[in-house]
């Protein structure tokens, strides 16, 4: 089975930086749409930024000009990279891949564990 294994959280300090990894294993024929989302306690999961097989990226307001996605196609890896960190992006982040397991099967989607981001002074 397909397994997504995240990394890089922490805690930091307000203006600080973080890179988190997302890395996914098993049997992968190719993997489309690479995301991250984010969950603070009592609030909903929260998309946080998209990038597609062909890289286009997208993200949600509260994050643009701080927060970049990219993704090495060939480590089938996923990566943000977090700048000018605010208290407000406390929260659980989590990466969802869209995979094909195979080259006649749709995209399934699979989750990580989800890494702990606190920032806090």
């Known amino acids: 089975q397909v397994q997504l294994v995240e990394s890089g959280g922490g805690l930091v300090q307000p203006g600080g930086s973080l890179r988190l990894s997302c890395a996914a294993s098993?049997?992968?024929?190719?993997?489309?749409?690479m995301a991250w989302y984010r969950q603070a306690p009592g609030n909903p999961r929260e998309l946080v930024a998209t990038?597609?097989?062909?890289?286009?990226?997208n993200y949600a307001d509260s994050v643009k000009g701080r927060f970049t996605i990219s993704r090495d196609n060939a480590k089938n890896t996923v990566y943000l990279q977090m700048n000018s960190l605010k208290p407000e992006d406390t929260a659980v982040y989590y990466c969802?891949?869209?995979?094909?397991?195979?080259?006649?099967?749709?995209?399934?989607?699979?989750w990580g564990q989800g890494t702990q981001v606190t920032v806090s002074s």
């Open positions: 969802k891949f869209g995979v094909k397991l195979t080259i006649t099967h749709p995209p399934n989607d699979y």
């Open positions: 098993g049997r992968i024929f190719s993997i489309y749409t």
């Open positions: 990038i597609t097989h062909v890289g286009t990226t």
